[in-house]
Every structure is written in structure tokens, then in C-alpha cells.
């Protein structure tokens, strides 16, 4: 009996490797979109060193150095990124934020589950190449109608109750004639590649927004100590103009306008504090923890450093590299291999079916001489009346692929819109930090002289008001002219997708 179940086995196996190789896929075979010519961003900057600032955030000693001893960021077509490039800011803190990010954020253990899952559906759906085989078993004991029907086994009809044992195998098989089950399966394939990219556009979306949000604290934390210290110096003009009136060299309503102007930078002081503590809620949830678990590590800019050397891929190499265009090719893929099963759908469905067993009335006897049975077949069935339900299947399924090849070139464009927007923000991020740089130098220097003239009283109240004001808002600007630099530069490394290909084998997502 086992020489036989294997030899049946082997034979079904046989036939259905034979099959599957044999025989062509109905549907279009999927090829990959030809990437972008494009050898630019358009008009975006693309290569160069971009503007100076001997400001925080003005460029660091890695990058080609300009006149005067300033460094400028520099763009650096095809260079290629680090796994982990938040690294390049040097910041030990922001690293450890990074790894807890990784190893604590719900969004990464959900990716993680998903490709998991995506991967085991593919393997199942694999497993469809090869036949079926079940074994069963089924014992029952009876009792027959002795006054209406014969007893079926035949033993004196006075002994109605009899046992009943019955063991066999099924076997079978579903040729892929016309490829409809290598289409389910590369369709399996696809989603199992797309959620792989799921996952890593969730990990390059995530250290992404860790870096930010540490940046935006910094920049937060530096807007409130140069508001600070604005007012400590507008604190000390008040009292200078307070004893003036005393003296009666100034007004009433000179002291009232200088009282308004602390206050109204006093005004601007809880709008920062609130969204520094709404900024560092953001941080505690990255890190995949409740508010009242926030991390003790806090940013500063100058604790920080530029990126000198940043990378500028082809369009070509983008698509490579962008894991959400990844994404959408497997989607677009998929998409092409559900319309070669919703043909395959509407041709004719062939089956090979096989069982062997035995049947006895007693355990002992089950396998004796004589309770053996077996019978095989094979069926084709043909749909030929559904009022068109495969039909619009196979037309629904066409319109997929067109809706999958659509997002996929909107996926495409969006990712080269982006590259060249960020590109456009650090050159203007580092024209706007010159210049703010230059603004809060020589607005220092008129509120430092116009205090000393107001002493001697060379110059009206209203023009220290004026310098007063001017500084106020150069500071404040400097500061955020800086955040945002270091925050374009870490947008950049993301729009290029975060160097996810240069992560080691070994290394667990």
C-alpha cells in the first residue's frame, strides 16, 4: 500500500512540475517602467557649493572651503548615502533617539508584522504549483432497519449492529494549463516585495522625523534664549528710561512705550514654551513611548553638525532608491498579474483526481485482501453562462493596471518634485542665513550704539526703539534661518530615500 500511495505521489508531482514548465502565462508579462532621461532637477540647484555664514549652521570643515575662511554646503551629484545618515550630524543623542525610534515605534513593529504576513500568504499561494493529498480516517458503528432494508453486511439479519472502518487518500491536482496559478503566485510575489518596501519607506519615514523633531527643539530652544535675552536687554532700558523720567529728561509716555515694547516680546515667549512642549510630545511618541515617558536628552544647534557634502542622485537612480516608487512598481506589478488571472479565469479549468483506500468492519481487517479500492479521474469545466461576471472581472482588472501605472508615474513625479524643492530650500536656506547673519550683526551693533547715544543723549527714544526692534527680529530670524537649514538638509537625505540599499545583510529592520 505505501509503494503504492508514494508511486500515485510521485506521479501527480511529476506531472504537475511537468505542467507548470510547459505550459505559457495568459496576460501581459510585467516589465519595469523605464526610468526618468532626465539629467537634472530643472532649474534646482544640483551642483556647487551653496552660500556661507560663519553662523551656527553655516557649513562645516568638510565641505570645499570659500573666501573670508567660511565653508558653504556643497552638492555632490551621485554621491552615494549611508544606511544610517542621520550619523553625519554627529550628535550621539540624536543616534541613541534614532535606534530607541527603531526598536520602540509601533509603526515599525506593524511594517514588520505585515511584510511577515505579506511573505507567508506568497508561500502559501506558491504552494499551489504541486498537487494535494489528504488522508482520512472514519470509524462508525450502526444499526440497520432489519424490517425495511437488507443488511448491508451481509451477516445474519438477527444481528442488526455492525462497525464500520474506513481509511483512504485523496490526491489532487489542478494543471496550470493556461498559467492562472503562476499569475496568483507572482501577484503573491508583488505583495510580498511591496510590503518589504512598506517597510522601508515606515523606517526612512520615521529617522526622518526623529531627526526633524530634534532639530525643531533646538531651533525652539534657540528662539527662546535669543527672545530671553532680548528681554533682559529691553528690561535694562526700561529701567535706564525709568530714572531718566525721574530726572525729567524723558516722558511719561516714552517709559509707557518701552513698558508695551518688553511686554509685547514677553507676549511672544509662552507661544515658543508651548510648541517647544508639544515638539518634545512628538519626540516621546516617535520613540513609541506616553508622554510621561520623555527622554531626558535634549538639542541645542551648536550640538549639532552640517552636513558639508550633500548627495544629489539622477532622476534614473531615484526610482532605484525611493521606496515608495518601489512600492508602486510592485503595486503596478501585482496589478499586471491579477489581469492574467482574470483571463485565465475564463478559459477552461482542468483537474486530475485521485483515491485510494480501504474499508472493513473490523479494525484488523482493514488492510486485508479484498477491502481495497481506488478510483482516478480528471474533469475540465468551462463557465458558459455567469451574465458576464468574468467578463467585467478581466475589464476590471485592466482598469487596475491602468490605475496602478498612473500612481506609479505620480509616484515618480512627486518624489522629483520633492528632490528638486528641497534642493531650491537649502540654496535659499543658505542665501537667507547670509543674510539674516549679516542683518542680526549690524542690528547688534546700531542697539549696542543707539543705548550708548541714549545715555549721552545724542538720539531720541524713538530711534533705540527702532535698533531695539530691529535686533529683536534679526535674532529671531538668525535662529530660525539656521533650523531650518538643518532641517532641509536632513529632508534631502529622505527625499532620495535614506540609503536603505547600503544596510548590512545581517542588520534586522
Known sequence: MIRYVRTTVACLSTLALVASLSDCAVGPDFKRPKP???????????????????????????????????HAQRFVAEMDIPAQWWTLFQSTRLNGLVEQAIKGNPNITAARASLRQAHELYLAERSTFWPVAQGTFSAQRARNAVGTIANPTNLPQANPYYNLFNAQLNVSYMPDVFGGTRRAVEAARAQDDAARFQLEATYLTLTSNVVVTAITEASLRGQIEATQRLLELQHQVTERVRKQLTVGTTSAL?????????????????????????????????????????????????????????PVSLPSKLVEQRPDIRQAEENLHFASAQAGVAIADMLPQFAITGTWGSTSLSMSDLFKSGTGFWNAGASLTQTLFDA?????????????????????????????QNVADTLRALQAD???????????????????????QLDVGTVSFVAVMNAETTYQQAE?????????????TAGLFQALGGGWWNRSKGSNL
Open 36 to 70: 526618468p532621461t532626465d539629467t537634472n532637477y530643472g532649474n534646482a540647484p544640483s551642483n556647487g557649493p551653496t552660500a556661507a555664514s560663519p553662523a551656527t549652521g553655516g557649513g562645516q570643515a568638510s565641505s570645499e572651503a570659500i573666501p573670508n575662511g567660511d
Open 254 to 310: 516714552d517709559v509707557l512705550s518701552q513698558e508695551a515694547a518688553e511686554a509685547q516680546t514677553a507676549a511672544t515667549l509662552p507661544p515658543l514654551q508651548k510648541q517647544l512642549g508639544q515638539t518634545r510630545d512628538l519626540l516621546t511618541a516617535l520613540l513609541g513611548k506616553l508622554p510621561a515617558e520623555e527622554p531626558p536628552d535634549t538639542f541645542r544647534l551648536d550640538e549639532l553638525t552640517l552636513p558639508g557634502d550633500l
Open 476 to 488: 529671531v530670524a538668525l535662529v530660525q534661518a539656521q533650523g531650518n537649514r538643518y532641517s532641509d
Open 388 to 416: 458576464g461576471a468574468l467578463l467585467h472581472k478581466h475589464r476590471a482588472a485592466d482598469a487596475a493596471l491602468d490605475q496602478a501605472g498612473a500612481q506609479y508615474r505620480a509616484a515618480v513625479i512627486l518624489a522629483c
Open 430 to 452: 543658505a542665501d537667507a542665513l547670509e543674510a539674516d547673519a549679516e542683518t542680526a550683526r549690524a542690528a547688534k551693533s546700531a542697539f549696542d550704539l543707539a543705548r550708548k
